[in-house]
């Protein structure tokens, strides 16, 4: 396949804007992409029954190789592990893409372990979103690739949205409220600093903890303004009227959510594990329990010229490693390498 020819991808299944953002950047490209999002995805999957969502997976996957025939698709790109069998009926090889749960959980799911061994293994190449990941897949498939999250860098922006607070500090949680991402450390960790500082809180009022957690926003950190689940346009909006972003706490990863922040200038708190799979380390505060927590955020109330020159690092970090027309690039370099074999 010549580097000029324009290629026909389908994506299936957008997890995170992952799909959308690499559309965008293959677009750029001259390359025609285009979405399949499933009847049944990873977001609403608990709304039908078992029979229910086995009926539909099987128009999904009569449509999608009705959609490869007549469309001459070149590329199929499938998005989570277990949305793969979606693409068996077709004969299609397929490059699959694992974003988080699909792996660290359903590997080791008894109802999930085979079909996701499965699609894994069948697949022509394998991308993983978070460098977590790679321990996960190296038995099953030691080629696995990184492929960074690709960030939409002009929308997330620091000249879009509203702008910070005049006289109020605000700390913005913007992850799901789940303990296996380290929003109880969060939690703690404002309840000390509050002590010796006064500052404003927003955080998201769901999630697979909610009740716990919301109990615990209550109770230690009381006067948290809590928000429900918004879009890409809603969360910018958030981030640029917070000074400080408190981000994933137990994890060890950046997930999009942090790296929309960070490129909408935003000076960021967490815990990253793997600054060996960059150039450079991202441009973080780390924070790996409830007290680094509070010194970080201290710190950062207390000094607007270091938000400033955090943010502005954090920006061209999330532009050179994240930008979603370098990751298309990234990723139609392997459909090429592919392709010529």
């Not at 001259?30 to 609403?44: K, M, Q, T, W, Y």
């Not at 539909?56 to 959609?67: F, L, V």
């Not at 030691?142 to 860098?153: R, Y």
């Amino acid at each position: 396949m010549s580097k000029d020819a324009s290629l026909r991808i389908l994506h299936i299944n957008d997890v995170a804007h992952v799909a959308s953002n690499l559309i965008k950047g293959q677009t750029l490209l001259g390359d025609r992409a285009e979405l399949f999002n499933p009847i049944v995805n990873v977001s609403h999957s608990k709304k039908y029954s078992s029979a229910g969502i086995l009926i539909r997976r099987m128009r999904d996957s009569r449509r999608i190789s009705r959609i490869i025939k007549n469309r001459n698709i070149d590329i199929v790109h499938v998005h989570y592990a277990y949305m793969a069998p979606l693409v068996w009926l077709s004969g299609r090889e397929y490059f699959l893409h694992c974003h988080g749960s699909d792996i660290t959980k359903n590997l080791y799911r008894r109802r999930f372990r085979w079909i996701t061994r499965k699609s894994i293994l069948k697949a022509r190449v394998v991308f993983y979103s978070t460098p977590n990941l790679k321990n996960h897949l190296i038995k099953l498939r030691s080629d696995a690739v990184f492929i960074p999250n690709p960030v939409d860098t002009d929308f997330f922006s620091p000249s879009h949205g509203e702008s910070a607070n005049n006289g109020r500090i605000t700390v913005f949680i913007p992850s799901r409220l789940n303990i296996e991402k380290g929003v109880d450390i969060a939690i703690e960790g404002i309840r000390i600093a509050r002590r010796k500082a006064d500052f404003d809180i927003v955080a998201f009022d769901h999630g697979l903890d909610g009740k716990i957690l919301l109990d615990a926003i209550k109770e230690k950190i009381p006067g948290a303004k809590l928000h429900p689940e918004t879009d890409a346009s809603g969360m910018l909006a958030q981030i640029n009227r917070s000074d400080i972003v408190l981000a994933q706490l137990r994890t060890g990863i950046l997930s999009v959510t942090e790296q929309e922040a960070m490129s909408a200038g935003k000076p960021v708190i967490t815990r990253f594990d793997y600054a060996d799979f960059y150039d450079s380390p991202p441009p973080i505060l780390q924070a790996r329990n409830s007290e680094e927590v509070a010194e970080q955020i201290l710190k950062l109330v207390a000094d607007s010229e270091e938000r400033r020159r955090l943010g502005e690092k954090a920006r061209q970090w999330v532009i050179k490693n994240h930008d979603y027309r370098a990751v298309s690039k990234m990723v139609r370099g392997f459909y090429e390498k592919q392709s010529n074999k």
